[in-house]
């Protein structure tokens, strides 16, 4: 049978964009029931915790908390529907604003750690399983597994206090937009980045050897060695390409989580990342804000997900035939 | 090279002159303060919490201010005087002061900014008693009350929502969204959310040249620096760590245990205000069974300040009233008999004569403080030790906050934290206290309040008020545990810093 053109790979991809829309729905809905199940009032965050009552309420009115709850949902739902996010209560702008302020820093740092994550986890996958049950493996896996056992909180205040304090070689913190030079900021997001990407790196590597270990002693690899193709290109271009399936969706999750934001990384490095945005949207109860932010992200994990399946169709031709 | 060099003499010379023969030469920079978070809002009617209240202070003034001993003291208006009855406020302005846009300050300025107050603040019940305003010429303002209000000058100076002048023009902004503009040393440089703020030398500055040196946000304001970076660290580990690696000058809010890291290091200095706040538990008298006075006493009898102190970690120290010492109402005597009491066996004879069946006690606290939740930890223990069923239940601030501020019956026993209420006393305490602990009908505390407004003379309103706490924490609506303090660290190359309720970038100089 022979290989359908790439670019059928594109129907399905319109089937998935609009299955998107009932999916999106339910965050939508799901976000709004949660969050005003929480008690505490956004009113009393705004007016303050000194403020009497009386000024609570006036705030209340004025914002339309008082509304029962089903006309403030369809409200809001209605309002997206023309593309309205909504206003944060507490930042008292657009939400939409709010996120494109941040979403620069969050995109920075989870594609700088990213780039640290893929090419060392991959790497640390294909040798532990190559070399399994050997010191190799042994060296490997016990990285990993600390890469994932770690708090990240702890590794973040040592790595400041080592790399910043002491020797004096990064920034304590903050984030440094592009265009004031790449090197300040790319020095900027080093640290947590690379902190970010210790325990993804540890996830990845791990995954990458289950996926090798499958794959390695199959027909078409002893197949290649036969043919007389060098070892290492018989394990990268024939048996690293059968394992990329479950690399491609555990990359996906990553970058997920990456652009969800990490909200202890962000804390310690004082990144204003969208993580630290809906963390604090959610303690000040600032309604309009955590439930666009969770809507936008949630658009971006549907779209993410939807660029792995994209991207298994391109590296897989059995998923490209029609 | 000879033209050069006479040209470089005469240039100096000239700038000698210019600047003025003894002035003394500024020394610019910036100096960067790591601080735990941003404000929320720059708008000073609707600022609230110390960072907001802090920029605020730099930006803006206001006719009256609190001085370094937390009295009203005259800052745009160069004399306040008061009627016989205290039913009306003269402010005579001073002349030439000017916004930063250029404008000169007078009394519609004034007046405008009285009436957007009335109409934003969550603190309009400060102007609640004015009948009117008056201006009889652009430098004059009086404020005529519907009743006597003997402690209006210090409600004008109150540190949260404060009242502080905006121009005419701002009227009309709704809350949030006033133009950053005012008198103060710094103009408004930049903001951005979650990340830093900056505010600039007003090098148009007018300061008021009777005051001298620094005297709370009153005194003569001299801004040495070219800027002051506020940038928002919100952990006080990386806060120190900013300030070891040369990226901050200051480190906003040092725990003690971090604080001991600073010792012995000769670049920097940990530096303690105190009292910076106040620590002290509210008990609920309109919920079951705390609506028993006797039960609440049973609840005071037991608390033992020297192990809730030693529980929650903070730099605190014992003092029995929920005023400080340098207030002009204060007397220990009002407080005294009824702090850290420390005695079970009374608690249990108290509990027997208010027929405690073992009825539920719901202590509320929160987990975003957890020298709050220790606090009340302890104290859990000790009403347990005498007998009583309690509930402990840990939530978040905010939700801990809107439980007390409300007055929901969800609680019995709660606590926070007050850091402006103690500065002027009675009059910032009174909503605090009539909200938190629901107390209706008590005629005698009432009365104390009703006298402590009405009363002319200081020794009465010393006397109302010495009623009113003895009323307080006699029939334990309120439990005072501590005063505290909080640190923060700061470079050595810093001078004239000075420890007060916020820090004050005037008078300061970045060497």
């Known amino acids: 049978m022979a290989d359908a053109p790439r670019w059928r790979a594109l129907g399905p991809v319109a089937i998935r964009m609009l299955q998107a829309v009932p999916i999106l729905l339910v965050v939508a809905i799901v976000t709004f029931m949660l969050l005003h199940l929480l008690p505490g009032d956004p009113a009393a965050v705004i007016a303050g915790d000194q403020a009497p009552p ?198 996906g999750i990553i970058l997920s989580l990456l652009i969800g934001g990490s909200i202890i990384v962000e804390q310690v490095f004082s990144l204003p990342g969208i993580g630290r945005l809906v963390v604090q949207g959610i303690l000040l109860r600032d309604y309009p804000l955590v439930q666009g932010t969770m809507l936008l992200l949630g658009f971006a994990f549907v779209f993410l997900n939807l660029l792995v399946d994209v991207v298994f169709a391109l590296v897989d031709p059995r998923l490209r035939r029609g | ?219 003569r304001k001299i801004v040495d620096v070219d800027a002051v970076r506020y940038n928002f660290v919100p952990e006080a580990n990386a806060r120190v760590a900013a300030m070891r690696a040369g990226e901050a000058d200051i480190a906003g809010i040092v725990p003690p245990e971090l604080a001991k890291t600073l010792a012995g290091q000769d670049n920097f200095v940990a530096q303690t205000v105190f009292p910076g706040c106040m620590s002290v538990i509210f008990l609920q008298s309109a919920n079951p069974p705390t609506d028993n006075p006797l039960i609440r006493e049973a609840i005071a009898a037991v608390t033992n300040a020297d192990d809730i102190i030693d529980a929650a970690g903070l730099v605190a120290k014992k003092q029995s009233s929920i005023l400080y010492a340098d207030s002009p109402y204060y007397d220990s005597k009002s407080s005294s008999s009824y702090y850290s009491q420390n005695n079970i066996a009374h608690a249990k004879e108290l509990l027997a004569q208010a027929g405690y069946k073992g009825e539920k006690i719901v202590v509320l606290t929160n987990g975003t403080y957890p020298a709050m939740r220790d606090s009340l930890l302890v104290l859990s223990e000790a009403m347990k030790a005498a007998g009583m069923n309690v509930d402990f239940q840990v939530v978040d601030f905010i939700t801990n906050g809107n439980a007390m501020q409300r007055g929901l019956k969800t609680w019995n026993v709660s606590t926070s934290w007050f850091c402006s209420q103690p500065l002027l006393g009675p009059q910032q305490w009174r909503p605090i206290i009539y909200n938190y602990t629901q107390v209706t009908g008590n005629a005698v505390l009432d009365a104390a309040f009703q006298n402590f407004t009405t009363k002319v003379r200081v020794e009465d309103r010393k006397a109302a008020w010495g009623e009113a706490e003895r009323e307080l924490l006699g029939k334990a609506y309120v439990v005072k545990i501590s005063d505290f303090g909080w640190m923060y660290g700061y470079n050595r190359r810093i001078k004239g810093l000075q420890p007060w309720y916020s820090l004050r970038f005037w008078n300061v100089t970045a060497q």
Request: net charge neutral.
């Open chain 1, 54 to 251: 009386e000024a609570i309420d006036r705030i209340r009115r004025q914002l339309g908390l008082d509304r029962p709850l089903p006309e403030q949902l369809l409200q809001w739902l209605w309002n997206l529907a023309r593309g309205d996010f909504g206003r944060s209560l507490i930042l008292n702008q657009p939400v939409l604003s709010a996120v494109a302020e941040r979403l620069p820093v969050t995109l920075s740092l989870a594609v700088l750690s990213l780039l640290i994550t893929l090419p060392i986890g991959i790497v640390f996958g294909i040798l532990s399983a190559y070399y399994r049950n050997t010191w190799i493996d042994t060296v490997v896996m016990l990285l990993a597994l600390v890469g994932v056992s770690l708090p990240s909180f702890w590794i973040a205040i040592l790595s400041v206090l080592l790399f910043s304090v002491t020797l004096g070689w990064l920034p304590t913190g903050g984030y440094v937009p592009l265009a004031a030079g790449f090197a300040p900021w790319l020095r900027a997001l080093v640290q947590p980045a690379v902190v970010l990407a210790l325990f993804q790196l540890g996830y990845l590597a791990r995954m990458t050897r289950s996926a090798m270990l499958e794959v390695l002693n199959r027909e078409f690899v002893r197949t290649a060695r036969a043919k007389g193709l060098g070892e290492w290109a018989a394990v990268t271009r024939h048996a690293f390409r059968n394992a990329l399936i479950p690399v491609v969706t555990v990359t």
């Open chain 2, 1 to 219: 090279m000879v033209r050069q060099i006479a040209h470089a003499c005469i240039g100096a010379a000239l700038a000698l002159v210019v600047s003025g023969a003894g002035a003394q030469p500024r020394h610019g920079g910036t100096i960067v303060y790591a601080n735990t978070a941003g404000p929320s809002t720059l708008d000073p009617f609707l600022s609230g919490n110390t960072i907001e209240i802090e920029v605020v202070n730099q930006i803006y003034e206001g006719m009256l201010v609190l001085d370094e001993h937390y009295h009203p003291k005259p800052m745009l208006a160069r004399a306040v005087e008061a009627n016989a009855d205290a039913t009306a406020f003269t402010f005579t302005l001073r002349h030439g002061v000017k916004f930063q846009n250029g404008k000169e300050f007078t009394a519609a300025d004034a007046i405008a900014s009285l009436q957007r107050y009335g109409k934003v603040s969550p603190n309009t019940v400060l102007l609640a008693n004015v009948a009117s305003y008056e201006t009889p010429d652009p430098y004059t303002v009086v404020v005529h009350l519907k009743q006597t209000n003997a402690v209006f000058k210090d409600m004008l100076v109150t540190p949260i929502y404060p009242v502080l002048m905006l121009p005419a023009e701002q009227a009309d902004k709704p809350a949030r969204e006033v133009d950053f503009i005012g008198t103060g040393p710094f103009r408004f440089g930049e903001w951005v959310r979650d990340s830093h703020l900056t505010i600039n030398r007003n090098s148009d500055y007018v300061a008021d040249e009777t005051q001298s040196g620094t005297d709370g946000y009153a005194g």
